[in-house]
């Protein structure tokens, strides 16, 4: 065995030094310009004002802006009301959609029906709908309802925004676990709950918790409907992370302040499932 070998660099058929230091700058390439904006928006949150719009460190770092951002004054949102808000609002309509979507899923993966594949496509083609293009009918029926600034209407709303994406996905990780299970289940007459519960959950258990954090961030950073709908009192985190922007004065830093903290616990959130994540958004990539 020669030393490259034993250091677990032998290059494959094919494959050339050259072009793996490439591709390996290119990933790094991509890698920093993705995380600059993150990283600016970090340091920032830590300036001064001054320092934030001058774009300097004068006066170095520190605290005080995230200070600022979590007392607010009288009658602006707070950062405990919003989070509050977001919290319930997510928290219901993701644990729904995924009551909803997993015996959907389940059955169309076991049993399809005819056309499913045009099934599928119907549901995933509802995210092509322009979101603007809806806000009208949605409006006059919430204010018909007297919905208007209440957490059931985006509660609503977001179950219909993530429900075809739901079940799309689960299909497809459904569609992974192997047939004999499922037979096995059916001829002990196995009803449909425990099928779930014993044998199909187990194996989908990625699966299903990729497609449940993607729900969260989705509905956690929604801002259009939450602002065109809950400008009262059921107003979520971006709305809350906007209600730092001042016409007086400068705002840059504490800005950056309320964006990193309405971030975090969705990057928690991933960071936490980042090996579900992972293994559940590859099932079925192959065999």
């Known amino acids: 065995m020669t030393g490259r070998a034993r250091r677990g660099s032998r290059l494959g058929v094919g494959e050339s030094r050259s072009a793996i230091i ?25 300036k001064t004002e001054q320092d934030a719009s001058a774009q300097t460190l004068h006066n170095g770092l520190t605290f005080g802006r995230y200070s600022d951002v979590s007392h607010s004054t009288t009658g602006t949102l707070s ?73 059931t209407i985006l509660i609503v709303l977001y179950i219909a925004i993530n429900l075809p994406l739901a079940i799309w996905m689960l299909r497809s990780f459904f569609v992974e676990v192997p047939r004999e299970l499922i037979e096995a289940s059916e001829i002990d007459g196995t009803s449909l709950f425990n099928q779930l519960r014993s044998v199909i959950l187990p194996i989908a258990a990625p ?20 602002i065109q709908l809950n400008f009262a009192g059921a107003s979520t985190m971006p709305q809350w992370v906007i209600g730092n922007v001042s016409t007086r004065g400068n705002f840059l830093a504490k800005l950056s302040a309320a964006s990193i903290i309405a971030c975090l616990p969705v990057v928690l959130a991933g960071w936490a499932a980042q090996k579900r994540m992972i293994r559940g958004l590859s099932l079925g990539a192959i065999k």
């Open 22 to 46: 490439g591709i390996g700058v290119a990933a790094w390439v991509v890698g920093m310009l993705w995380i600059f904006p993150v990283a600016w928006t970090l340091l920032t949150s830590f």
């Open 79 to 151: 950062l405990s009301a919003a989070f509050t808000n977001s919290l319930v609002v997510v928290g219901v309509s993701t644990v729904i959609v995924m009551m909803l979507a997993l015996p959907a899923a389940y059955a169309l993966a076991i049993r399809p029906v005819p056309k499913w594949r045009d099934v599928l496509f119907f549901f995933i083609s509802t995210k092509f709908l322009p979101i603007v293009a809806s806000i009208f009918p949605i409006y006059v029926y919430a204010q018909k309802w007297n919905l208007i600034g209440t957490r």
């Open 207 to 226: 699966g299903i918790a990729a497609t449940a954090l993607l729900c969260v961030i989705f509905a956690w950073n929604e801002y259009f409907y939450a």
